[in-house]
């Protein structure tokens, strides 16, 4: 079993910026994917970031440029810095652990990202 907890969240300015760091423990397989999920009020849940086992990224369009994923392997954390928040990146921010043997998928419980003035 894998457990995920997320920091970092909290109200902020537009324009303004955040760093979510997600820390994963248990037993956790050596190959998997790390990414942050959202979900706004209403919508569905959405792919904001994610880094695979290789190093590669993959953003929605909504984030390029803004928001960039970091890993650190070693610590088993994922981070997510998002600069240049806008409203409408108003969400609960999820971290995910997705693992290539057998397919699981892990969830935090979530932090709340607010950006209102």
């Known amino acids: 079993q894998v457990q995920l907890v997320e920091s970092g969240g909290g109200l902020v300015q537009p324009e303004g910026s955040l760093r979510l760091t997600c820390a994963a423990s248990?037993?956790?397989?050596?190959?998997?994917?790390m990414g942050w999920y959202r979900q706004a009020p209403g919508k569905q849940r959405e792919l904001v970031a994610v880094?695979?086992?290789?190093?590669?990224?993959n953003y929605a369009d909504s984030v390029k440029g803004r928001f960039t994923i970091s890993r650190d392997n070693a610590k088993n954390t994922v981070d997510l810095h998002m600069n240049n928040l806008k409203p409408e990146d108003t969400a609960v921010y999820y971290c995910?652990?997705?693992?290539?043997?057998?397919?699981?998928?892990?969830w935090g419980k979530g932090t709340l990202v607010t950006v209102s003035s």
């Open positions: 880094m695979f086992s290789g190093g590669t990224t």
């Open positions: 995910n652990l997705h693992e290539w043997v057998g397919g699981m998928n892990y």
């Open positions: 248990g037993s956790i397989r050596s190959i998997n994917d």
